[in-house]
């Protein structure tokens, strides 16, 4: 078969590099998303991330130039970005703010507590305090609108009577602990859980939001 140069390549195989060119990034998100949960942030090579992703190193920088910015990238792509998707839902939620609450948990779980994507937290925990770089990233991109939009719910209650007054600073805490606990006992149940009990999340995250309601609640 006679040499075709690159702008005669058959139809189908131009479509197919296309394809994997626009590709490129995603792949290289869910390989990095997949060893940096299995192997932390110090430990994973971006040489590590290319082969998993079938592309060489340079490729890899072409995109991300550098592994924080790879973090950074699959923190946003698999947290960040639910954010804004959950304050455009609670912009027209017609329903009470317990019931907000408790759609909250069901959602967090839904979107990120029972997928890859909660060992990113379970990562930070253990090394942010060596890597401040990522560190500040995750707290502008999770944390700070995390908080924001617990303070959000809280002040809705508050607002509409259905909630007694609380220090918000603080209260918030009460309500995004158990998404700690629960991601802690998905990457490390045994230090975290008796080997002879089972949790279900989502009992556990219901009995949390009845406890939280109980207490929040104005009558």
């Not at 082969?51 to 130039?65: D, E, H, I, Q």
């Not at 500040?136 to 924001?148: C, D, I, K, L, W």
């Not at 089972?198 to 939280?212: F, G, I, K, R």
């Amino acid at each position: 078969m006679p040499f075709l140069p690159s702008d005669s390549l058959p139809l189908n195989t131009a479509r197919v590099r296309v394809r994997r060119k626009q590709a490129r990034p995603a792949e290289l998100l869910e390989a990095a998303l997949d060893l940096f949960i299995a192997k932390g942030y110090a430990a994973t090579k971006v040489e590590a991330v290319a082969a998993r992703a079938g592309v060489s190193k340079g490729t890899l920088f072409l995109y991300f130039p550098s592994k924080a910015d790879l973090f950074n990238a699959v923190v946003r792509e698999n947290i960040g970005i639910r954010f804004q998707q959950w304050n455009q839902e609670f912009e027209t939620f017609q329903g009470s703010t317990a019931e907000m609450l408790r759609y909250s948990y069901c959602s967090w779980w839904e979107h990120i507590g029972s997928t890859r994507a909660s060992g990113i937290t379970k990562l930070m925990l253990c090394e942010a305090s060596n890597f401040p770089e990522i560190a500040q990233f995750y707290q502008q991109e999770v944390s700070e609108p995390g908080h924001a939009l617990m303070r959000r719910i809280l002040q809705r209650g508050m607002d509409s009577g259905e909630f007694r007054p609380v220090d918000l600073d603080h209260a918030v805490y009460a309500v995004i602990s158990p998404f700690l606990f629960l991601t802690l006992s998905q990457h490390a149940s045994l230090a975290c859980i008796p080997a002879s009990l089972t949790v279900s999340p989502q009992l556990y995250l219901e009995n949390q939001v009845n406890m939280l309601l109980h207490g929040l609640l104005a009558s």
